[in-house]
């Protein structure tokens, strides 16, 4: 597979998005199979994108998250080779790394800042380091208290650039070091609103508290308001029924984690595949006698040249068969199916996955849902 997949002309906006993973308190550790949790909050219902529901911390790339200016503030923090160490993939790249501009910023280090951003802006989480954390070659992250936060929030929504300045002032620099690439996600042709998303894993050593900016976010989960972290397997099952609505990159992400119960273990796993690349996952759509599949790359059902701009296959052509049906006419599998009539849905994958990461696939998660 080719390290750099062709650019074209982009039909889609960028973004970057957040699974924050907070460590249990052994005071209050209610899963003993899975010693942290994952912080998810669900869109308010006005949100242009993925209104009501549960996703990862995280928002569109801005013109401040691409400036200069913090090249010249991680130099002066002395941190030149933790940018060289984020910025030395060797694999695959998605579109949304890939950058033709002269002497601009790493797309590694400006999609990274827009993720830390969006975390602060949204939930008042600043995952920032001074410079004696700096020293240290800990790899989870550290959130800072000692600020306004709501005064500073309200600040970086009306202007994002103010972000810049909010470390300025702390003498701080988002903790990029300790964000590694996880994934990247492109919507579907077939939506109208599209996105090209940069999925990164960062690490706490605790779940802090969360302030809430009312624009951004709704609520966390619907069943107790307190629950503002919750286990891989727990927002899954949630999911299953019918409890909470998780979007299918959320949904595939959280299953990739279920393999890992150990926070230390997830944060070892992510930097030993740091630099292995991303291969998009841009979902090819195809309508079913009972409801819908969307096939990923490596699937019998994807394209070898897939068209990202518009669709250019039949998505009608297997529509008087069952996913079932269709699944059974593939060799090779990896899709997602929704089947509405029935309340079922189930990823698929038989191939190995790429880049060395996780699979979706986890056995005997679920009693009644065709995994």
């Not at 920032?128 to 709501?150: M, T």
């Not at 994934?183 to 077939?190: G, I, R, V």
């Not at 090819?284 to 250019?312: K, M, Q, R, S």
């Amino acid at each position: 597979m080719n390290s750099k997949i062709k650019v074209v002309k982009k039909a889609w906006r960028e973004s970057a998005t957040l699974l924050v993973l907070g460590r249990n308190s052994l005071r209050n550790s209610q899963s003993p199979e899975c010693n942290y949790k994952v912080l998810v909050m669900k869109r308010s219902k006005e949100t242009s994108f993925m209104p009501n529901g549960y996703v990862f911390p995280g928002g569109m790339l801005e013109k401040s998250d691409d400036s200069v200016n913090w090249m010249e503030l991680y130099k002066s923090f002395g941190v030149s080779e933790r940018i060289d160490e984020i910025t030395s993939v060797k694999g695959q790249r998605p579109f949304i790394f890939q950058r033709k501009e002269e002497h601009a910023i790493p797309r590694e280090v400006s999609l990274r800042i827009c993720a830390i951003r969006e975390a602060f802006e949204e939930l008042g989480l600043l995952l920032v380091k001074n410079r004696d954390q700096l020293r240290s070659r800990k790899f989870f992250s550290n959130h800072c208290r000692d600020l306004d936060i709501e005064h500073w929030q309200n600040e970086v929504h009306n202007d994002s650039s103010k972000f810049y300045e909010l470390c300025q002032e702390l003498d701080v620099v988002p903790d990029i070091s300790s964000c590694f690439e996880w994934s990247a996600w492109l919507t579907p042709s077939t939506v109208k609103a599209r996105f090209e998303t940069a999925f990164f894993l960062l690490a706490l050593d605790d779940q802090p508290e969360l302030f809430v900016e009312k624009n951004e976010v709704q609520e966390y989960l619907p069943i107790n308001s307190e629950l503002q972290w919750e286990t891989p397997t727990n927002l899954l099952k949630m999911f299953a029924d019918n409890k909470i609505w998780l979007p299918p990159p959320q949904c595939y992400e959280l299953l990739r984690l279920c393999h890992i119960n150990d926070i230390d273990r997830v944060v070892d796993f992510a930097k030993s595949r740091s630099n292995k690349g991303i291969t998009l996952q841009f979902p090819i759509y195809y309508e079913a006698a009972d409801g819908a599949i969307f096939a990923y790359p490596g699937d019998d059902l994807y394209p070898t040249d897939p068209c990202f701009t518009h669709a250019v296959h039949d998505p009608r052509i297997y529509k008087e068969k069952s996913c079932k049906e269709i699944r059974g006419m593939a060799s090779k599998l990896h899709r997602y199916e929704l089947r509405p009539s029935s309340g079922g849905f189930g990823y698929y994958m038989n191939i190995e996955p790429f880049n060395e990461h996780l699979s979706p696939i986890v056995p005997n998660l679920f009693e009644y849902v065709d995994l």
